[in-house]
T-cell receptor, first 115, second 112 residues
Framework: GAVVSQHPSWVICKSGTSVKIECRSL??????MFWYRQFPKQSLMLMAT?????????EQGVEKDKFLINHASLTLSTLTVTSAHPEDSSFYIC???????????FGPGTRLTVL | QKEVEQDPGPLSVPEGAIVSLNCTYS??????FMWYRQYSRKGPELLMY????GNKEDGRFTAQVDKSSKYISLFIRDSQPSDSATYLC????????????FGSGTRLSIRP
C-alpha cells in the first residue's frame, strides 16, 4: 500500500518553543492531508484538513494560530506547534488522501513531549 | 450523541476465537465504512473498506455494513495474539480519501 511518512517520530522540547512536524506522501500525490491528535487510550481527534495551495480548515476548538499548517506541495504538509506548552504533549498523526484509490493512508505518528 | 459509537472494551478472547467488533452511527449520509487497526504508539493501518451496504471478506477478516440499522461489524476468525491491537471504525459521507469520522476504538487482546 501507499506510504505516508512523518518526521520526526518523536520530539522533546522546552515550554515556549515551536516544533515543526512534516508529513509526506511518498508514492502518490495528495491533494488533501489531515492532521490528528491522539491522547493515550483515546481515539484520533481531527484537528484540521489541509488542501494543497490553500488555507487549512480547522475543526471547532482548534486554535489556528497555535497549530500552523502549511501544504505547500502535493506531497508535503507541515504542522507547527507554536509556543508549545506541556498540555500540547500528545501523539500527532497525519494522513493523506489518495484520490486515485479513494483511500486515506496514515503516517506513523509523532510523539511530542513538552517539558 | 456522538456520530459514531464504539464500545472501547477492553475485549479479551482466547487464541482461535472468533472476534466480533461493532459500531453504530447516526448520520445516514455515511456511505464509506472503514476499519483500521492501530498498534500501540503507531499510526492506524487500513484493514477493510466497504462502500454502502453488504459484506466484504479478506482472509480472516469480514466486514459487514447494515445501513438500514446504521450498524457495522468486523469479524476476525481464528484470532491470533498478533491481532491484539486497537480497532477503530471510521466513516465518511464523501469518500474514504476525504474527511472521516472515527469511533473511539476497541482495545482487543488475544490470549495465547
Amino acid at each position: 500500500g501507499a506510504v505516508v511518512s512523518q518526521h520526526p517520530s518523536w520530539v522533546i522540547c522546552k515550554s515556549g518553543t515551536s516544533v515543526k512536524i512534516e508529513c509526506r506522501s511518498l508514492d502518490f500525490q495528495a491533494t488533501t492531508m489531515f492532521w490528528y491528535r491522539q491522547f493515550p487510550k483515546q481515539s484520533l481527534m481531527l484537528m484540521a484538513t489541509s488542501n494543497e495551495g490553500s488555507k487549512a480548515t480547522y475543526e471547532q476548538g482548534v486554535e489556528k494560530d497555535k497549530f500552523l499548517i502549511n501544504h505547500a506541495s502535493l506531497t508535503l504538509s507541515t504542522l507547527t506547534v507554536t509556543s508549545a506548552h506541556p498540555e500540547d504533549s500528545s501523539f500527532y498523526i497525519c494522513s493523506a488522501g489518495d484520490p486515485s484509490t479513494d483511500t486515506q493512508y496514515f503516517g506513523p505518528g509523532t510523539r511530542l513531549t513538552v517539558l | 450523541q456522538k456520530e459514531v459509537e464504539q464500545d472501547p472494551g477492553p475485549l479479551s478472547v482466547p487464541e482461535g476465537a472468533i472476534v466480533s467488533l461493532n459500531c453504530t452511527y447516526s448520520n445516514s449520509a455515511f456511505q464509506y465504512f472503514m476499519w483500521y487497526r492501530q498498534y500501540s504508539r503507531k499510526g492506524p493501518e487500513l484493514l477493510m473498506y466497504t462502500y454502502s451496504s453488504g459484506n466484504k471478506e479478506d482472509g480472516r477478516f469480514t466486514a459487514q455494513v447494515d445501513k438500514s440499522s446504521k450498524y457495522i461489524s468486523l469479524f476476525i476468525r481464528d484470532s491470533q495474539p498478533s491481532d491484539s491491537a486497537t480497532y477503530l471504525c471510521a466513516m465518511s459521507a464523501v469518500s474514504s480519501a476525504s474527511k472521516i469520522i472515527f469511533g473511539s476504538g476497541t482495545r482487543l487482546s488475544i490470549r495465547p
